[in-house]
C-alpha cells in the first residue's frame, strides 16, 4: 500500500527527532557540547557573584510559569480532562490512545532519564526547585512530556475538525508551548540546552510516530 504524502512527511519526522536525540546522547560527553552548554547557561545570568538572571523580576515570574506549564500535575490534568471530552464525545479509540501515549511516554523518559545519568547542571543557582524531581537531567522531562501531551492531545482533537487551518493551529500551538516550556528550563538553570533539544526531538518522534501508527492501523481497515 502506497503511503500518503502526510504519512511520509510524518515518517521523515519522527526520524529525523531518532536521530537528533541519538547524536546528542552520544555528543553530550565531549568536552566541546560541554563547553557550549555551560557557555549558554551562564551567558543567562549575570557576571556578579550572585549569578542572578540577567532579565527583570517580572519576566522571571513569567519564566516560572511557562515552566509550571511542563509540570506533571498540570499535563495529567490535562490528559484527564481531555480524556473525558473525547469519552463524552464517544470517541473511545482517541480517549483510549491518548492515555496510552501520554503514560507510556513518561516511562519512556524516565527511563532514558535513568540510562543516560546525565547530572544536573550546577554551575548557576537554580531559580525552580528540582530536588524532588531527581537529579537526572538528559533529556529533559519537562520538555519531553510537554511535547508528547501538548502535541497528542492536539493531535486527537484536531481529527474532530475539517478545516484545515483549524488543524495547522492543532499543531503549531501544542509545539510553541512546549518550545517555552523547554527554553523557560535553561533560564531556570535546571537543564542544559542540549538536554532541552533532546527531549524535544524525543517527545516529536514518540508522538507523531505513535499517531502515525494509529493512522496506518485504521488505513488498514481496523
Do not use: N
Request: net charge positive; glycine share 8%; charged share 15%.
Amino acid at each position: 500500500m502506497r503511503w500518503p504524502l502526510t504519512d511520509r512527511i510524518v515518517l521523515g519526522v519522527v526520524i529525523a527527532g531518532i536521530v537528533v536525540f541519538v547524536a546528542l546522547a552520544c555528543a553530550i560527553g565531549s568536552p566541546l557540547i560541554q563547553s557550549i552548554d555551560e557557555a549558554v547557561i551562564r551567558a543567562l545570568r549575570t557576571d556578579d557573584e550572585a549569578l542572578g538572571p540577567r532579565w527583570p523580576a517580572w519576566f522571571q515570574e513569567v519564566a516560572r510559569d511557562y515552566t509550571a506549564l511542563g509540570g506533571y500535575a498540570v499535563l495529567m490534568t490535562l490528559t484527564f480532562l481531555v480524556w473525558a471530552f473525547l469519552r463524552l464525545e464517544g470517541r473511545h479509540q482517541r480517549a483510549r490512545f491518548a492515555i496510552v501515549v501520554v503514560i507510556s511516554g513518561y516511562l519512556m523518559s524516565m527511563l532514558l532519564k535513568g540510562l543516560i545519568s546525565r547530572p544536573r547542571p550546577d554551575i548557576v543557582p537554580h531559580l525552580a526547585h528540582v530536588d524532588h524531581i531527581g537529579k537526572q537531567s538528559f533529556p529533559s522531562g519537562h520538555s519531553t512530556m510537554s511535547t508528547i501531551v501538548y502535541l497528542t492531545l492536539a493531535l486527537m482533537l484536531s481529527e474532530l475538525s475539517s478545516r484545515r487551518r483549524v488543524k495547522a493551529f492543532l499543531i503549531v500551538a501544542p509545539i510553541t508551548v512546549a518550545v517555552a516550556v523547554g527554553i523557560s528550563r535553561v533560564m531556570m538553570g535546571v537543564h542544559y540546552p542540549t538536554d532541552v533539544i533532546a527531549g524535544w526531538a524525543c517527545g516529536l518522534s514518540w508522538s507523531l510516530g505513535a499517531w502515525l501508527v494509529l493512522r496506518r492501523w485504521r488505513r488498514a481497515g481496523h
